[in-house]
Every structure is written in C-alpha cells, then in structure tokens.
C-alpha cells in the first residue's frame, strides 16, 4: 500500500505535480510496475513531462524508457541528441535515439516517429507511450486543420488517448498545460531547455499559427482563448465520438461480411452525414485508404449512379459492382492486369501500347519501327478500360503510345522521334 504522505510529498513540489497526478488518476495510470515510452525532444513540453514521470517513478516502480527522434534537419542535431542522451544517463534511464535519413516532411517525420514508438512499445512488451503534446499543440493543430478545410473529426485534433490494436495507448497526459506553465516549470526545477531555433521559421505554417496568429487573437480578442477553443474542441470530440459510434452500429447493419457487400437500399436511407462516415472507414478498413473530402465525394456521387464503374484513388484502381439490393467494392485487380503488362513486355523484345490502329500519334509511331526493320508487338487499348488505366499506374506516365524494349519504358511518341531523328534509337533497340 502507497502510503498517502509519500504521495502528498511529491504532489506538493508544484501546482503541475499537483494537476499531473490528478490526471493520471482519471485515466487509472496510477498502477504499480508499468512501462512507459516517453518521447522527447529537449524543449520544454517533453522536459516537464520527464521531469513529472520521474518524480512518480520510484514511488510506483514505473520503468521509463527515453526515445529521441533526430531529424537531421539541424546544425545541432547531435548536439541536442547527447543532452537526451546525458539526462538518460543523470536519470538512469534506458534510451533509444532514432535518426531520420529520408527527405523531409513533416507529415513523413510524424508517421516515422509514431511507426518506431509503436514498434519499440511491441518490442518492449509496453503497453504506453507518452508524448508531451500540451494544450497550445492541440490549439494550433485546430487551426492547421481548420485552413486545409478538414471534417468534424479532423476539427477534434489531438486526443488524450489514443488506442493503438487495442494493446497500445498512446497517452498525452500534459495536454492542458500551456507552454506557460511548462516554461515555468523548467525555469523553477533548473530544466535544461534546448532551445530549436526551427520553432521560429515562420515558413512553417504551425509556426506562424505559434508565433503570429494566435498571439494577435488572444491580445485582441480574448486573452482566454486556449481554454475557451479547448472546451470547444472538447464538446466537437464527444459528439465525433457519438457519430462514429452510431456509423459503426448502422455499419455492421448494413454491410455482410459473408460477401463483402454493402446493401446500397438500406445505405440510400441515412443522412448524408452518415454516409460519408462510412465510405471513409469503409476503404479504411478494406484498403487502407483515407480519403479527403472530395474522394469521399467522389465514391458518394459513383454510387448513386448504381451502375459499374471503376475508377482511381491514390495508387488503387476501385471497382462497382451492383447486383439487386448489394454494391461490391473491390480494389486489386491493377494487381492482376499488372502481370498482363509484365508479361507482354518481357516477353517481347519490342512492346507498344496503342489507344487506336486510327490514331495519327500511332500511324507514325508504328511507321518509324517499320522503317528500322524490326519486330515488335502492338497491343491495342481500345475499349479496354482497364488494361489503358493500368499502364499508366505501371509507367507513372499517362502518355500513349507507350514504347517499351527489353521490359524497360522507353517512352512515348516525343521521345521515340527524337531518339529516331538523332540516330539513337536503333542501337537501344539492339
């Protein structure tokens, strides 16, 4: 048993002891002998919160395990990489440092960062990873969805708890701190701040949001506006949270999972609200694809047409097919055409894919092999929708003619004249 003075102790430090522990008691983390994974970063959110976990630790035998992620995008990357690494030491922690060798996106850093945690929690046998995202994180990421024009759902931003396979929590346990109030806190237990100097480019639209526009509202407008967006972003989570709820129950209604089919009549009758959230966790389910709005638009206006169409969404090509009161949406047929393209080129020294024997494009391609003496095999695309949509997916190119030698993409038209004006193509085709 805890002994309730220890406790009282620790919480009595600071007010944000105080309000830490009180939060970790609502989400029942106060439990004995749990792991953490504890991203951070150096600056003064992740600090406080080490600080914070640290000074709980012995009480409840946590095991803390520091993971740093270095982008390389910093003359001081390394520098601010060893200060983690010597406060894992100060602190006898276990510490993972993760370095970033792809281009740069911010977008790419944040699923390579949350990829590697969630890995490393499986790894670890650790059900919790703690990232120190404060109240201002949550109120800027409002207003970036906000500007791209995001739904209801993306308008409810980050969450306190996110659940991961159903194993994995991802817990954000100081996100009604303000920076304020970890600033404060660093200043008051002598925390090393590393100070990212990025945080300031105002090129970077969360920084601009950080440092210009949200400063400008709260001097003019209301000096309370972090709390007052909160407890809006809060009411907008519960009833996003209701709407996906009651999505899923009409869901599992109306879409049978011994033939994979939704039934279009009973779809047809719920709002359009509803509808839209079930295309969206629809392809998120049976192919991984999150979808904006406008494809979201897209499939909704394909399937009140209720007649077969195929189409492209990102790098899947997506089939209707109606048959009475059910719609089979299906995906993986590129993969199958892909082995068609496969094997006509490398079965054929010299492969041309053709829309039309009409075409004048075509009469002058087929022209110029003819004139080199060479054999070769036409494929005609005509009618043919979904063999002509597949050779672009394989070529990244929506050109046709499509020129291929040795399985290799030579081009189209353009570039097969010029090789053939220049001398150059007939030692390619050799």
């Known amino acids: ?52 976990i640290y000074d709980f630790a012995d009480i409840y035998n946590w095991k803390i395990i520091l993971v ?30 993760y370095n970033y060798d792809d281009i740069f996106t911010e977008e790419k850093a944040r ?6 945690l969630i890995n490393l929690a499986i790894n670890k046998k650790c059900s919790y990873i703690l990232t120190a995202h404060t109240l201002n994180d949550k109120i800027e990421t409002l207003f970036l969805n906000l500007f791209r024009g995001s739904s209801l759902q993306g308008i ?41 100097l990025t945080n300031y ?19 003019y407008f209301n000096p309370s506006i972090y709390y007052k967006l909160s407890h809006i972003i809060d009411l907008i989570s519960k009833e996003n949270e209701y709407l996906q709820w009651l999505m899923y129950s009409i869901y599992k209604k109306i879409y049978n999972l011994d033939n994979n089919g939704l039934n279009i009549d009973l779809f047809d009758k719920y709002h359009i609200s509803i509808k839209r959230r079930i295309i969206q966790y629809l392809f998120k389910e049976q192919f991984d694809i999150y979808l904006n709005f406008e494809e979201n638009s897209k499939i909704l206006y394909y399937l009140n047409k209720k007649t077969y169409t195929d189409f492209r969404i990102q790098d899947k090509q997506i089939f209707l097919f109606f048959a009475y009161e059910w719609v089979f949406i299906r995906s993986g047929v590129y993969d199958t055409t892909k082995n ?21 494009i075509t ?33 990244n190119s929506s050109t046709i003619p499509q020129i291929y030698v040795n399985g290799k993409f030579i081009g189209g038209y353009d570039i097969i004249f010029k090789l053939y004006s220049n001398g150059k193509l007939k030692s390619i085709l050799k």
């Open 1 to 52: 048993m805890i002994q309730n003075a220890v406790i009282n102790k620790i919480i009595n430090k600071s007010y944000l002891h105080k309000k830490f522990y009180f939060t970790l008691k609502e989400i029942q983390l106060l439990t004995i002998n749990t792991c953490f994974i504890l991203s951070i970063s150096g600056g003064q959110d992740s600090l406080t919160l080490l600080k914070l």
């Open 201 to 219: 480019k105002l090129d970077l639209k969360r920084n601009r949001i950080r440092n210009e526009i949200l400063p400008y509202i709260s001097y």
């Open 363 to 395: 009469k002058k391609t087929i022209q110029i092999f003819n004139n080199l003496s060479v054999d070769y095999k036409i494929v005609n695309l005509f009618k043919n929708d979904i063999l002509s949509e597949a050779i672009k997916i394989y070529s």
């Open 111 to 116: 699923l390579w960062r949350y990829r590697n």
């Open 68 to 97: 740093h992620f270095n982008h390389n995008i910093r003359c001081d990357s390394k520098q601010n990489a060893n200060l983690i690494k010597r406060l894992a030491n100060k602190f006898n922690l276990k510490y993972y440092l």
């Open 340 to 360: 068609i393209i496969n094997n006509l080129i490398n079965e054929n020294h010299i492969c041309i894919f053709i829309n039309s024997y009409r075409s004048i």
């Open 156 to 196: 409810s931003t980050i969450s306190s708890i996110n659940y991961i396979n159903g194993v994995i929590k991802i817990i954000r346990p100081i996100i009604n701190f303000t920076r304020e109030d970890t600033y404060w806190f660093c200043r008051c237990f002598c925390l090393p701040i590393w100070l990212d």
